[in-house]
């Protein structure tokens, strides 16, 4: 039995692992595609899709059905589109600009911001550690975007302040979708459905704004653009059902804790791929927002 529990947990950590190097690689190989010609919402769009196509075969395997009632299209559209759709539209516009490793130090906020909107609307506690952690977390990621951490430069603030808006979607998605989500739906049926409507909602805003989708084109490294769409919606499936994997067998709290290893992951990414080299700020930055997670995030003594 304790071999057995000692493989479970074994599985477990290595999950974890697998999903924060997962979230940590996708900020860099999305400014791969932007810096390619890729536009936001048409690049969002084809990685939604095909993750979606991905995801739905694997409700095939499993027998699990997706549906689309009234109740269902309304979860579909509040977290596909906020939570997807938008989140990646600011994402992938800023990296542009900014290097990979700034995204992957703000995600940390997200479950920060979920905990005090949670508390704002009176469905969380708001306890003293929590609002400690909250602070904690705002001021290291307000030392993150300043000049001499992860921005390279004064003039691209307005891109990291811009950035905020991905973790503030994700928390709001968080919240919204703890009120919208139909019971007894399977978390792998929600996940499908939300990126299957997230697809479709991108791909409709896309065509008015003009924004080209993914082309053939070979960027950074001789890479085909196809491929790395590809390798982008591949991971994004992977890391979903890693995500509910571990929802279902540690839970949340323990889940979030993945928050520590995406920030590690994608500034070793930006280093590795883009040269991205930080500067001195980001470690006291860092150590900010990993002290606020761990405040908002991790079970308090009991009596």
Same mark, same amino acid.
């Given at each position: 039995?304790?071999?057995?529990?000692?493989?479970?947990?074994?599985?477990?950590?290595?999950?974890?692992?697998?999903?924060?190097?997962? !979230?940590?690689?996708?900020?860099?190989?999305?400014?791969?595609?932007?810096?390619?010609?890729?536009?936001?919402?048409?690049?969002?769009?084809?990685?939604?899709?095909?993750?979606?196509?991905?995801? !739905?075969?694997?409700?095939?395997?499993?027998?699990?059905?997706?549906?689309?009632?009234?109740?269902?299209?309304?979860?579909?559209?509040? @977290?596909?589109?906020?939570?997807?759709?938008?989140?990646?539209?600011?994402?992938?516009?800023?990296?542009?600009?900014?290097?990979?490793?700034?995204?992957?130090?703000?995600?940390?906020?997200?479950?920060?911001?979920?905990? @005090?909107?949670? *508390?704002?609307?009176?469905?969380?506690?708001?306890?003293?550690?929590?609002?400690?952690?909250?602070?904690?977390?705002?001021?290291?990621?307000?030392?993150?975007?300043?000049?001499?951490?992860?921005?390279?430069?004064?003039?691209?603030?307005?891109?990291?302040?811009?950035?905020?808006?991905?973790?503030?979607?994700?928390?709001?998605?968080?919240?919204?979708?703890?009120?919208?989500?139909?019971?007894?739906?399977?978390?792998?049926?929600?996940?499908?459905?939300?990126? @299957?409507? *997230?697809?479709?909602?991108?791909?409709?805003?896309?065509?008015?704004?003009?924004?080209?989708?993914?082309?053939?084109?070979?960027?950074?490294?001789?890479?085909?653009?196809?491929?790395?769409?590809?390798?982008?919606?591949?991971?994004?499936?992977?890391?979903?059902?890693?995500?509910?994997?571990?929802?279902?067998?540690?839970?949340?709290?323990?889940?979030?804790?993945?928050?520590?290893?995406?920030?590690?992951?994608?500034?070793?990414?930006?280093?590795?791929?883009?040269?991205?080299?930080?500067?001195?700020?980001?470690?006291?930055?860092?150590?900010?927002?990993?002290?606020?997670?761990?405040?908002?995030?991790?079970?308090?003594?009991?009596?």
């Amino acid at each position: 039995m304790r071999v057995a529990d000692g493989a479970a947990r074994l599985g477990d950590l290595l999950a974890l692992l697998l999903l924060g190097l997962i !979230w940590g690689l996708t900020p860099a190989v999305g400014k791969l595609l932007v810096m390619g010609g890729a536009g936001p919402l048409a690049l969002a769009s084809s990685v939604a899709a095909v993750s979606a196509a991905v995801l !739905w075969g694997v409700c095939a395997m499993r027998g699990v059905r997706v549906p689309f009632d009234a109740a269902h299209w309304r979860h579909y559209a509040v @977290a596909g589109g906020i939570g997807f759709a938008v989140a990646n539209l600011v994402n992938f516009t800023v990296l542009r600009h900014v290097p990979a490793g700034l995204v992957a130090i703000v995600v940390p906020l997200s479950p920060i911001l979920t905990v @005090a909107l949670s *508390a704002l609307l009176r469905m969380e506690r708001a306890t003293a550690r929590r609002v400690l952690g909250t602070v904690l977390g705002l001021a290291g990621t307000a030392l993150a975007i300043a000049p001499g951490a992860t921005l390279p430069e004064a003039r691209l603030l307005p891109w990291a302040v811009l950035l905020l808006l991905t973790p503030t979607c994700y928390a709001i998605t968080n919240v919204l979708a703890v009120r919208l989500a139909p019971r007894g739906t399977t978390p792998l049926a929600l996940a499908t459905g939300t990126l @299957a409507a *997230a697809a479709l909602g991108a791909g409709i805003a896309a065509v008015p704004l003009g924004h080209a989708p993914p082309g053939l084109a070979a960027v950074g490294g001789g890479l085909p653009m196809p491929l790395l769409v590809a390798a982008q919606a591949g991971l994004t499936a992977i890391a979903y059902l890693l995500y509910f994997r571990l929802l279902g067998r540690v839970g949340g709290v323990v889940t979030s804790q993945v928050g520590y290893i995406v920030t590690l992951a994608g500034l070793g990414f930006g280093y590795l791929i883009f040269a991205e080299v930080p500067g001195w700020l980001t470690i006291p930055a860092a150590v900010l927002i990993f002290a606020g997670l761990a405040l908002v995030t991790l079970p308090g003594r009991r009596a």
